[in-house]
């Protein structure tokens, strides 16, 4: 059979499934952007002040340790509903004394968790321990 008796036997088909063809490829095409538009979505961003500092230790004589400044301030992001209701105290701010390398006292980094969201920022980023003897 010829190229050209190709072509033209059962043209309407031919043409029906090149039409139904480019349909589904601007259907994908476009959901792909709405995905993409929906990922990109933007985040509420809220700052929770006056969050109590915890003492993550063994909690061997951890009582006697004194934390300057007792309180941060934690900076989290995600979803608008979910940010907007956090509180306080949904929020845990700690210091790591457990580590291996943590000296008797001195300088520590803040860790931060809350449900749901993404701690963003710590202010003070640390947080000044002294044990008391």
Same mark, same amino acid.
């Given at each position: 059979?010829?190229?050209?008796?190709?072509?033209?036997? +059962?043209?309407?088909?031919?043409?029906? &499934?090149?039409?139904?063809? @480019?349909?589904?490829?601007?259907?994908?095409? &476009?959901?792909?952007?709405?995905?993409?538009?929906?990922?990109?979505?933007?985040?509420? *961003?809220?700052?929770?002040?006056?969050?109590?500092?915890?003492?993550?230790?063994?909690?061997?004589?951890?009582?006697?340790?004194?934390?300057?400044?007792?309180?941060?301030?934690?900076?989290?992001?995600?979803?608008?509903?979910?940010?907007?209701?956090?509180?306080? &105290?949904?929020?845990?701010?700690?210091?790591?004394?457990?580590?291996?390398? @943590?000296?008797?006292?001195?300088?520590?980094? *803040? +860790?931060?968790? @809350?449900?749901?969201?993404?701690?963003? @920022?710590?202010?003070?980023?640390?947080?000044?321990?002294?044990?008391?003897?």
């Amino acid at each position: 059979m010829a190229w050209r008796d190709l072509l033209i036997q +059962n043209r309407a088909q031919k043409l029906g &499934s090149l039409a139904l063809a @480019a349909l589904i490829w601007l259907t994908v095409r &476009s959901n792909l952007g709405l995905d993409r538009l929906v990922t990109n979505e933007v985040f509420r *961003v809220r700052v929770l002040e006056n969050i109590p500092v915890g003492v993550l230790a063994t909690g061997q004589g951890e009582s006697q340790v004194q934390i300057h400044p007792s309180v941060v301030h934690v900076e989290v992001e995600g979803d608008p509903d979910v940010v907007q209701r956090l509180t306080p &105290s949904d929020i845990q701010a700690y210091v790591n004394l457990l580590s291996p390398e @943590a000296p008797r006292q001195g300088m520590f980094r *803040v +860790n931060a968790r @809350a449900p749901g969201v993404r701690v963003a @920022a710590v202010l003070p980023e640390s947080v000044r321990i002294e044990r008391s003897r």
